[in-house]
Protein backbone atom coordinates (compact mmCIF):
# COMPACT_ATOMS: atom_id res chain seq x y z
CA UNK A 1 0.00 0.00 0.00
CA UNK A 2 1.35 3.62 -1.05
CA UNK A 3 2.03 6.01 1.38
CA UNK A 4 0.05 9.35 1.00
CA UNK A 5 2.37 11.48 1.50
CA UNK A 6 4.53 13.70 -1.00
CA UNK A 7 6.36 11.56 -3.23
CA UNK A 8 10.05 13.05 -2.75
CA UNK A 9 9.86 12.37 1.06
CA UNK A 10 8.80 9.32 0.51
CA UNK A 11 11.48 8.45 -1.66
CA UNK A 12 13.97 9.78 0.75
CA UNK A 13 12.15 8.07 3.42
CA UNK A 14 13.15 4.55 1.75
CA UNK A 15 16.68 5.55 0.35
CA UNK A 16 17.60 2.80 2.82
CA UNK A 17 21.32 2.77 2.56
CA UNK A 18 21.73 6.61 3.50
CA UNK A 19 18.99 5.70 6.74
CA UNK A 20 21.93 2.83 8.03
CA UNK A 21 24.59 4.37 7.16
CA UNK A 22 24.24 7.46 9.47
CA UNK A 23 20.30 7.33 11.00
CA UNK A 24 20.45 9.92 12.78
CA UNK A 25 21.90 12.33 10.42
CA UNK A 26 19.23 11.25 7.84
CA UNK A 27 16.39 11.22 10.18
CA UNK A 28 17.40 15.08 10.87
CA UNK A 29 16.88 15.72 7.18
CA UNK A 30 13.64 13.93 7.30
CA UNK A 31 12.28 15.61 9.81
CA UNK A 32 13.54 19.06 8.52
CA UNK A 33 11.54 17.89 4.95
CA UNK A 34 8.32 16.79 7.00
CA UNK A 35 8.64 20.55 8.91
CA UNK A 36 8.89 22.19 5.58
CA UNK A 37 6.97 20.24 3.97
CA UNK A 38 3.62 21.54 6.60
CA UNK A 39 5.03 25.16 6.06
CA UNK A 40 4.58 24.85 2.85
CA UNK A 41 1.34 23.93 3.91
CA UNK A 42 1.58 20.86 1.53
CA UNK A 43 0.45 18.33 4.40
CA UNK A 44 -1.93 19.33 7.15
CA UNK A 45 -0.44 19.32 10.88
CA UNK A 46 -1.77 15.55 11.06
CA UNK A 47 0.16 14.41 8.28
CA UNK A 48 3.00 15.47 9.90
CA UNK A 49 2.71 14.29 12.53
CA UNK A 50 2.28 10.73 11.10
CA UNK A 51 5.28 11.62 9.04
CA UNK A 52 7.12 12.16 12.22
CA UNK A 53 6.39 8.97 13.77
CA UNK A 54 7.27 7.29 10.62
CA UNK A 55 10.86 9.03 10.94
CA UNK A 56 10.91 7.40 14.52
CA UNK A 57 10.48 4.13 13.40
CA UNK A 58 12.41 4.49 10.46
CA UNK A 59 15.31 5.60 12.94
CA UNK A 60 14.94 2.43 15.32
CA UNK A 61 14.63 0.12 12.24
CA UNK A 62 17.80 1.81 10.97
CA UNK A 63 19.92 1.83 14.54
CA UNK A 64 18.81 -2.56 14.52
CA UNK A 65 19.98 -2.71 11.02
CA UNK A 66 23.27 -0.70 11.91
CA UNK A 67 23.96 -2.58 15.05
CA UNK A 68 23.32 -6.16 12.99
CA UNK A 69 25.97 -4.65 9.93
CA UNK A 70 28.31 -3.70 12.68
CA UNK A 71 28.37 -6.84 14.71
CA UNK A 72 28.40 -8.60 11.03
CA UNK A 73 32.01 -6.88 10.47
CA UNK A 74 30.58 -5.39 7.62
CA UNK A 75 31.85 -1.85 8.30
CA UNK A 76 35.25 -2.18 8.04
CA UNK A 77 36.61 0.47 10.81
CA UNK A 78 35.62 -1.56 13.50
CA UNK A 79 36.04 -5.66 14.51
CA UNK A 80 34.04 -7.75 14.71
CA UNK A 81 31.77 -8.13 17.87
CA UNK A 82 33.37 -11.86 19.89
CA UNK A 83 31.00 -15.04 18.73
CA UNK A 84 29.79 -15.66 22.16
CA UNK A 85 28.17 -12.20 22.27
CA UNK A 86 30.45 -10.16 24.26
CA UNK A 87 31.65 -6.77 22.98
CA UNK A 88 35.51 -6.80 21.66
CA UNK A 89 37.38 -3.99 22.91
CA UNK A 90 40.93 -3.53 21.86
CA UNK A 91 43.34 -1.58 23.51
CA UNK A 92 46.90 -1.86 24.24
CA UNK A 93 46.72 -4.72 27.23
CA UNK A 94 48.30 -2.07 30.00
CA UNK A 95 46.05 -1.41 32.77
CA UNK A 96 45.66 2.27 33.63
CA UNK A 97 45.72 1.78 37.27
CA UNK A 98 48.13 0.14 39.55
Known amino acids: MPIPYPKAWVAELYDRELLISDPDARVEVLRQQAYALYLLREVSF ?3 GEMLELVEAARLWALIEHE ?3 ALGLFGDYPQDH ?6 IQGSGKPTCE
Open 46 to 48: EEM
Open 83 to 88: PGGAQV
Open 68 to 70: EAW
